[in-house]
């Protein structure tokens, strides 16, 4: 039997006394679950960041007309204040989210424009790569890496604009030009 025995970690936590195999393995898992939930926390502070950032470039301040929406997971299409919910971690290891921006032609009068960019980002080498959708088809040309240290969150911003921009001047022309009975406007 192994009862007893010391058993050693390579883990660098400075842990090295285990009881067992067991013990040592169950330290183990403990120490990677609390790796991710510090990942997880510090991509929903990114994310809130940018959400910030693209409200200070808009000179928005209610949470009504700039929020996150899930792109996807068992809340997708849903929308929120906060990252919580909104942020999900993909098969493809990125952090995926949207932003969503109300647009009204009087403020807060019916019917209004949810114009929706999809986000995804992670951390690579010790930096976050963002990256934005371009169009709907989940494509992300769009990429730009935050300094982890000294990250500039308003970078994203201009980018969200331009392509919801773009978006809007293709989807009129290919409206009036193609007679595309798909397009659905907000007016």
């Known amino acids: 039997m192994m009862e007893g025995k010391k058993v050693m970690s390579e883990n660098g936590d400075g842990n090295t006394n285990f009881p067992n195999p067991f013990e040592e393995l169950r330290h183990e898992y403990v120490q990677v679950k609390r790796q991710f939930e510090q990942y997880k926390e510090e991509s929903y502070v990114l994310a809130a960041c940018i959400l910030q950032a693209l409200k200070q470039y808009l000179c928005v301040t209610d949470e009504e007309t700039v929020s996150f929406y899930a792109t996807e997971g068992h809340m997708q299409g849903r929308s929120f204040t906060g990252p919580a919910g909104a942020v999900v971690l993909g098969d493809d290891t990125f952090w995926h989210c949207g932003v969503v921006i109300r647009l009204w032609d009087d403020p807060y009068a ?47 911003a201009p980018i969200i604009v331009d392509i919801l921009k773009k978006r809007y001047h293709h989807a009129l022309k290919d409206y009036l030009q193609n007679s595309d009975p798909g397009r659905r406007w907000g007016f």
């Not at 690579?124 to 989940?138: A, R, T």
């Not at 494509?139 to 935050?146: C, G, K, S």
Request: without cysteine; negative net charge.
């Open 110 to 156: 019916l019917p209004h424009e949810n114009a929706a960019v999809a986000l995804r980002f992670k951390k690579i080498d010790g930096n976050y790569v963002v990256q934005v959708e371009e169009d709907e088809q989940k494509v992300f040309p769009h990429e730009i890496t935050l300094d982890y240290e000294e990250p500039d969150f308003a970078a994203v």
